[in-house]
């Protein structure tokens, strides 16, 4: 029995560049013109690909262009990319929100979304009213809404505020009331977009509980969309990456978590140079690139061999104030720790610095990790963050034979010194 219940077949999305009503009266006309005579649309065939770090050459931009997937009844699916990839514009084809420009999405049932924090809600109107506004937005009945009302606001948290107007909420509060409501409508499909980012940590651990029996429990569909990777792996189980608009993996959560880390596969080294958009007015980042001690960026890095951390960057001023500092992530996206010269023993200088830190052997364990780069000025002020700016794989250097061949729990290896008498 096919079991699908969400279809996309060749979707693209494509917007006009600029602000809107200029000089587009000639375009509509010339749209006007083809349609009459049932020819395709001519903008369609002109276009640039989503890529927000280039400028544009092209009035027309493909948000999103040729994704096709199928999504199963009772599946969870993590939707994965950057900034701009077009996943937003994704959930809001899927959710009606908007239209395609071309291709077709076929659905089996009633779809809940959760696109932005409060979206629908009134901020005059309160709490509780809110609920009734928000349920009716998304399908519910009156008579629904009253029948699970007390369960609503149970799960949302804000019982102590229902009949306050939602205006004097914290956007957490917010989030918590709108999820709660999306959650209780028992949609066929429930698409959900970055909201746990706002949530606390406990919202966050029940709402992930209430995804996990809601796909379970209940058999129903989840589309996720979250820059937290340890929310996808443990919620989806299987997932796309997005990237400037083109569906680029499927696959299991894990290796779509994996390939996006990975820096999107972009890379085959361990050595990554930079385009013009990394030049700055006070600096140009040339490259980054990890290595093992003694070994070249095109080995495999492995873990029993000390690793070389290299950035290549020119400073246009002299740098006297300025520092380098990265923060660490592991494959689900956690932080693991931040780093830099601490002690002040390298000294940047005006043009080229080629920035070594070397990390002691045995210091990781096997895994996927990424990097994010901050720029300080007078040790307080970021002039650059670029995070997800370079990701690498360290693999296991071997082992003695016999000897447990696992991955041990964790991501750090720590050296402590040890002692018998």
């Known amino acids: 029995m096919n079991q699908t219940i969400l279809k996309v077949e060749n979707l693209s999305k494509q917007y006009r560049l600029g602000k809107i009503g200029t000089g587009t009266l000639s375009h509509d006309l010339n749209r006007w013109w083809h349609a009459i005579r049932g020819k395709e649309d001519p903008y369609l065939k002109i276009g640039e690909a989503n890529d927000r770090s280039n400028k ?68 005059e109107m309160t709490g509780r009213e809110n609920i009734f506004l928000n349920g009716a937005i998304l399908g519910m009945t009156k008579r629904e809404i009253a029948t699970k009302i007390d369960e609503i606001i149970s799960f949302s948290g804000c019982e102590r505020y229902i009949d306050t107007p939602v205006k004097r909420y914290s956007s957490g509060m917010t989030v918590r009331l709108a999820f709660a409501v999306a959650a209780h409508l028992e949609p066929e499909i429930l698409v959900i977009d970055e909201v746990l980012a706002v949530g606390d940590a406990e919202f966050q651990k029940k709402a992930i509980g209430k995804m996990q029996d809601i796909s379970k429990g209940e058999g129903r569909t989840v589309l996720f969309v979250s820059h937290n990777m340890a929310a996808v792996k443990s919620l989806c189980k299987t997932g796309i990456v997005l990237e400037n608009g083109r569906l680029t993996f499927q696959g299991t959560s894990e290796e779509c978590v994996g390939y996006y880390l990975n820096d999107s596969g972009t890379h085959t080294s361990n050595f990554k140079k ?65 780093f ?20 002691p052997a045995d210091f990781f364990q096997s895994g996927n990790y990424s990097l994010a780069l901050f720029i300080i000025k007078d040790k307080r002020t970021a002039v650059f963050v670029e995070r997800d700016i370079f990701g690498f794989t360290v693999v296991d250097g071997g082992r003695e034979l016999g000897v447990y061949m696992g991955r041990e729990p964790g991501f750090i290896r720590p050296q402590f010194k040890w002692s018998v008498q």
């Open 56 to 123: 544009a050459t092209s009035d027309y931009v493909w948000a999103l262009q040729d994704i096709n997937f199928e999504v199963q009844k009772g599946d969870v699916l993590g939707i994965i990319g950057k900034n701009g990839a077009g996943k937003s514009t994704l959930l809001k084809i899927l959710s009606r929100v908007t239209s395609p420009s071309t291709g077709s999405v076929k659905t089996r049932g009633r779809i809940a979304s959760l696109l932005e924090v409060g979206t629908g809600f009134h901020p």
């Open 340 to 359: 830099y010269d601490s002690k002040g023993d390298t000294k940047l200088k005006m043009g080229t610095n080629q920035l070594t830190c070397t990390i």
């Open 274 to 338: 930079y385009d013009e958009n990394y030049a700055k007015e006070l600096f140009t980042l040339n490259s980054i690139g990890v290595k093992n001690v003694t070994k070249s960026f095109n080995d495999t890095l492995v873990e029993n061999l000390g690793i070389e951390l290299i950035i290549s960057i020119d400073f246009k001023i002299i740098p006297d104030n300025y520092h380098i500092t990265y923060h660490l992530y592991n494959e689900l996206g956690e932080a693991l720790f931040s």
